[in-house]
């Protein structure tokens, strides 16, 4: 059955949780009017003996205008830690401070967290003004998508959902799949459902259970299901989610492996993983003259990456064996040179579940520049439902998410 894609929608994950715009977390501290003459010298000493380490966002001087046009200065001195049995006090460089200048402190609120969007900035700023720095990035599809472009993800994400669904061993379970693509030319890089076993299927059922094949005519590692020796009967046709690995990553100790299971099944062997083997499988025979470990990461390799936040990055070694690098291909139409990518980077992957935090670690190593997927995971799910790991500021890499809101019942049918 053919299914209308024409009410699916692409949605952006941000990196940190939505929010109301007048429900942002605050915090007090201790500010003063103070003397516009005494702003200078007041701002380097508290800046010396009290710095805002964890409010940068917020500025120290706010400048109202009283009656006629005469400005009016407050200065934040310090923050306003309360303890259990104890109000707020104020160190004692501060009262220092506040009996030199004769200032007269009072408590106020200021935003907790720097704005995520200029409707935030301005609600921040009606407590206390703070600096509002617009995200320079632009990771195609942050700020939406064209109708082609929507076309071809709504197309990736039917083949994800069909291979999860056709995949196992035709017993009606739905696994995850994970499909790797070049989104500069459209083309599949790798594809695989999960190759562990039902942890909660009580006829221990194999699922997932798929073998690598040669590349095509288009480089893509096809992945078609093997037979396994599957133990029981199965009277209840209705689709089972327990077999899904990134919705149970922890409980693998549980797992019980199926009669006649090839020696690869492994509770910890997830779609993204799979995918991700397939991949460097796919270049090692594209390109047999050349080693994962040859070329470092070099500034075009973090372009995709640059919603980090700054930070000093490693110094790495440039020289490298062009021989190594370069690979002559003398096929139809093929290329006179080719370069091995670097792992992944550039390349987008689509999910069907959205990934545990293993899988999702294990993509920011690969360099993957998107992550699109359909169904979140409630359980351990590190891109949106529990966790946010793509705006993990320690990471030296990150990615854009998305997801694709799609009607459940989809998993019911083959596409």
């Known amino acids: 059955m053919e299914v209308e894609v024409n009410k699916w929608e692409i949605i952006y994950v941000p990196d940190t949780p939505p929010r109301?715009?007048?429900?942002?977390?605050?915090?007090?501290?201790?500010?003063?009017?103070?003397?516009?003459?005494?702003?200078?010298?007041?701002?380097?000493?508290?800046?010396?003996?009290?710095?805002?380490?964890?409010?940068?966002?917020?500025?120290?001087?706010?400048?109202?205008?009283?009656?006629?046009?005469?400005?009016?200065?407050?200065?934040?001195?310090?923050?306003?830690?309360?303890?259990?049995?104890?109000?707020?006090?104020?160190?004692?460089?501060?009262?220092?401070?506040?009996?030199?200048?004769?200032?007269?402190?009072?408590?106020?609120?200021?935003?907790?967290?720097?704005?995520?969007?200029?409707?935030?900035?301005?609600?921040?700023?009606?407590?206390?003004?703070t600096s509002y720095h617009p995200p320079t990035y632009n990771i195609d599809g942050i700020t939406g998508f064209s109708e082609e472009d929507s076309q071809s993800i709504f197309n990736f994400m039917k083949s994800a959902i069909e291979l999860a669904i056709s995949g196992p061993c035709h017993d009606q379970q739905v696994v995850n799949a994970?499909?790797?693509?070049?989104?500069?030319?459209?083309?599949?890089i790798a594809n695989a459902c999960d190759q562990t076993c039902g942890w909660d299927n009580p006829l221990g059922k194999c699922v997932g259970d798929f073998t690598a094949h040669e590349p095509d005519s288009n480089g893509a590692v096809i992945s078609e299901p093997s037979v396994s020796d599957c133990i029981g009967d199965d009277n209840d046709h209705r689709l089972s989610y327990t077999g899904v690995s990134c919705l149970y990553p922890r409980r693998w100790t549980e797992h019980r492996p199926c009669a006649g299971s090839p020696r690869y099944l492994h509770p910890l062997r997830h779609a993204a993983l799979v995918a991700i083997e397939y991949a460097a499988e796919r270049d090692r025979r594209l390109f047999p003259g050349?080693?994962?470990?040859?070329?470092?990461?070099?500034?075009?390799?973090?372009?995709?990456?640059?919603?980090?936040?700054?930070?000093?990055?490693?110094?790495?070694?440039?020289?490298?064996?062009?021989?190594?690098?370069?690979?002559?291909?003398?096929?139809?139409?093929?290329?006179?040179?080719?370069?091995?990518?670097?792992?992944c980077t550039g390349f987008d992957i689509y999910l069907v579940w959205?990934?545990?935090?293993?899988?999702?670690?294990?993509?920011?190593?690969?360099?993957?520049?998107?992550?699109?997927?359909?169904?979140?995971?409630?359980?351990?799910?590190?891109?949106?439902?529990?966790?946010?790991?793509?705006?993990?500021?320690?990471?030296?890499?990150?990615?854009?998410?998305?997801?694709?809101?799609?009607?459940?019942?989809?998993?019911?049918?083959?596409?």
């Open 20 to 129: 109301l715009i007048n429900q942002q977390p605050n915090v007090d501290v201790f500010a003063s009017l103070i003397e516009p003459k005494l702003a200078n010298t007041l701002v380097r000493r508290l800046n010396q003996i009290a710095p805002l380490e964890n409010l940068r966002h917020v500025k120290r001087i706010r400048k109202n205008c009283i009656e006629g046009g005469k400005p009016q200065l407050s200065v934040i001195l310090c923050l306003a830690l309360e303890s259990e049995n104890q109000p707020a006090t104020i160190p004692n460089d501060i009262l220092e401070l506040i009996n030199a200048y004769q200032l007269s402190p009072f408590i106020t609120k200021v935003a907790k967290y720097t704005a995520l969007s200029k409707e935030e900035w301005e609600e921040q700023c009606k407590l206390w003004p």
């Open 178 to 188: 994970a499909i790797i693509v070049d989104p500069s030319v459209r083309q599949v």
């Open 290 to 343: 050349s080693h994962s470990e040859s070329r470092p990461i070099q500034e075009d390799d973090m372009q995709s990456s640059s919603m980090s936040l700054p930070a000093k990055r490693q110094k790495t070694d440039t020289a490298e064996d062009d021989s190594d690098m370069v690979l002559k291909i003398c096929a139809n139409n093929s290329p006179s040179e080719a370069v091995r990518p670097y792992l």
């Open 354 to 415: 959205e990934p545990c935090t293993m899988c999702a670690m294990a993509l920011v190593h690969q360099r993957i520049r998107r992550i699109f997927y359909a169904f979140p995971n409630p359980n351990a799910g590190a891109l949106g439902s529990v966790h946010r790991l793509q705006g993990e500021k320690s990471l030296n890499h990150h990615y854009a998410v998305f997801r694709v809101l799609l009607p459940e019942e989809i998993l019911y049918k083959r596409i």
